[in-house]
């Protein structure tokens, strides 16, 4: 695996190394070796699947507040997403900024979030399926998100957002 940083401070893609023959191919796509080596939570007590419809559907922005906060690690197994993370740690440098990467089947690539930060992403096509693991239990009382369309963001999505869901549309606008 390849560790490429994002520009927001913990956070990275991660690049598999593919092994390819007439079968098919082959990819680690987690090593607790190659994690900690690189500084990088090591455990994980869930893995969640999400399958998306319809393009243009976003899911987020989510994370979980204080104890619960999670790590994430996320990889796109069918389809393709644009996968976005804001960094909400109010002492970071990068506070309220925003990344975003396109992940797919294709190019195999995974997105490290690091605790603090929140998390979402859009379908790029019908039935996109999304497979990530988690630090932490889910918590419904530390439950938080933000809004994929506040302002204050400015999150470019690339698709007109088509579908989100009841929940996510009434997270609150950050203040000005």
């Not at 990467?101 to 399926?129: C, W």
């Not at 809004?147 to 606008?173: E, G, H, N």
Request: charged residues 25%; aromatic residues 12%.
């Amino acid at each position: 695996m390849r560790f490429t940083p994002t520009p927001l401070a913990g956070a990275y893609l991660i690049h598999l190394e593919r092994r390819s023959d007439q079968r098919g191919m082959f990819a680690r796509a987690f090593c607790v070796r190659e994690f900690a080596a690189q500084g990088l939570e090591t455990s994980y007590v869930q893995a969640n699947l999400s399958k998306t419809t319809r393009a243009g559907a976003v899911r987020g922005m989510h994370f979980q507040r204080g104890a619960d906060a999670e790590v994430k690690l996320v990889r796109c197994v069918n389809g393709a997403i644009y996968d976005a993370i804001v960094d909400i740690r109010k002492d970071s440098a990068t506070y309220l900024r925003w990344f975003g990467a396109e992940l797919s089947e294709e190019n195999g690539l995974m997105m490290y979030v690091p605790r603090g930060f929140a998390h979402g992403f859009q379908a790029l096509r019908d039935g996109s399926t999304v497979f990530y693991l988690v630090s932490a239990f889910y918590a419904p009382e530390s439950e938080a998100g933000l809004r994929f369309d506040d302002s204050r963001l400015a999150i470019k999505w690339p698709r007109a957002v088509t579908d989100i869901s009841d929940k996510d549309s009434r997270w609150p606008l950050l203040p000005p």
